[in-house]
């Protein structure tokens, strides 16, 4: 079945850097679409980055030149490199991958930025 496992979250103080992990199985990897979403407290889910299949990237706003998404198909893992993390980044984040007929999340992973 499709699993998709997040690491990489933790405790950093502003201006520093993380870098999540989302290993993916049960699914062609190499072939889909795959998102980093992240939601903070009491907040709705929101877009942080996709990369498709070929590579190409996008970035909400406020990530943007911070981050940045990549993937690995002989690892079946998708990364989010986050640096001058600020204490808005503050959330859970959350891998995506947009499959048919159904689509599938991660369990999350807590990211905490605080001095």
């Known amino acids: 079945q499709v699993q998709l496992v997040e690491s990489g979250g933790g405790l950093v103080q502003p201006g520093g850097s993380l870098t999540l992990s989302c290993a993916a199985s049960g699914f062609l990897f190499d072939a889909y679409h795959m998102k980093w979403f992240r939601q903070p407290i009491g907040m709705e889910r929101e877009l942080v980055a996709d990369?498709?299949?070929?590579?190409?990237?996008n970035y909400a706003d406020d990530v943007r030149g911070r981050f940045t998404i990549s993937r690995d198909n002989s690892k079946n893992t998708v990364y989010l490199q986050m640096n001058n993390l600020k204490t808005e980044d503050t959330a859970v984040y959350y891998c995506?991958?947009?499959?048919?007929?159904?689509?599938?999340w991660g369990q999350g992973t807590q990211v905490t930025v605080s001095s």
């Open positions: 995506y991958a947009p499959l048919w007929p159904q689509d599938y």
């Open positions: 990369i498709t299949a070929e590579g190409s990237t």
